[in-house]
């Protein structure tokens, strides 16, 4: 007597991620970003509907990745961009998906008054505390101590001023419904982050206002660290000046779906 066995597949390539070699270094955590946004867009049904907005920086590629509709931005502009693209198709599904140069630096004002302005946007945002691309310069959110090729000597408050942390600026926008930052350091850290993102795109399908997801994010090439010390420096120093968690929700969700 056969036993037919019924299966369930539990794990697969997702629809809106191409299946494309990437170009980003080894350990660094912007292939895993991608992955959970493409998840969540597709367990949310709303690929066809989605434009992202890219950045200049290490993911300014990534509409090679991204099995959607892609608006490449100048650098810092990403905001700007994705607030005309949302004013004049308010039925599409808008985000930005950039790194700390591109939007606490030169896009510094942008992501500001977006969120100032509640603009139906959502913003991936990859915190390094580096310049990734351009070969590892200080940026905003390098930490106090962390050495960078333009701060040999590390970071110092009376040289450089000390480190920018733009979520929790944001968060006295009133503008800003959601804001959280998680890391991809870990199995149960990033569904934790998986779980803020899919929150996020819930706040603009919704109607809510702007929200943001910080992912603090490791770069091996430029920590000039191996993947495994470059996780636990994340872990153990950079969550020191950048804490985990939910900085801002008055979503009224109860939790992430």
């Not at 660094?28 to 946004?37: E, Y």
């Not at 005309?84 to 942008?110: N, S």
């Not at 420096?233 to 969550?239: D, K, L």
Request: aromatic share 8%; hydrophobic share 40%; with cysteine.
């Amino acid at each position: 007597m056969s036993t037919q066995v019924a299966y369930k597949q539990v794990f697969g390539w997702p629809e809106s991620l191409k299946k494309n070699p990437t170009h980003y270094c080894p350990g660094c955590g912007h292939s895993i970003a991608h992955r959970l946004v493409a998840e969540c867009l597709d367990e949310l049904g709303i690929r066809e509907k989605t434009i992202g907005v890219p950045p200049v920086g290490c993911a300014v590629l990534a509409y090679n990745y991204f099995n959607f509709d892609m608006v490449e931005a100048p650098h810092g502009r990403a905001m700007a961009v994705a607030t005309g693209i949302k004013r004049v198709h308010p039925d599409k599904f808008v985000l930005t998906y950039q790194g700390d140069g591109d939007l606490a630096a030169i896009g510094t004002a942008e992501t500001i008054h977006a969120g100032n302005r509640g603009e139906r946007i959502s913003a991936i945002f990859i915190n390094n505390a580096i310049y990734g691309m351009t070969g590892g310069q200080m940026a905003p959110t390098t930490v106090l101590g962390q050495e960078a090729t333009t701060a040999p000597g590390g970071r110092d408050p009376r040289l450089h001023g000390s480190p920018i942390d733009i979520s929790r600026m944001l968060a006295v926008c009133d503008g800003v419904v959601y804001a959280e930052r998680c890391s991809l350091t870990s199995v149960k850290n990033i569904r934790k982050a998986k779980k803020a993102i899919m929150k996020s795109f819930r706040c603009q399908l919704d109607d809510l206002g702007f929200s943001i997801v910080e992912l603090l994010s490791p770069c091996p090439t430029n920590w000039k660290m191996p993947p495994k010390d470059a996780w636990a420096w994340i872990n153990n120093e950079m969550v020191k000046t950048y804490p985990l968690g939910v900085i801002k929700d008055i979503t009224g969700y109860e939790e992430a779906k």
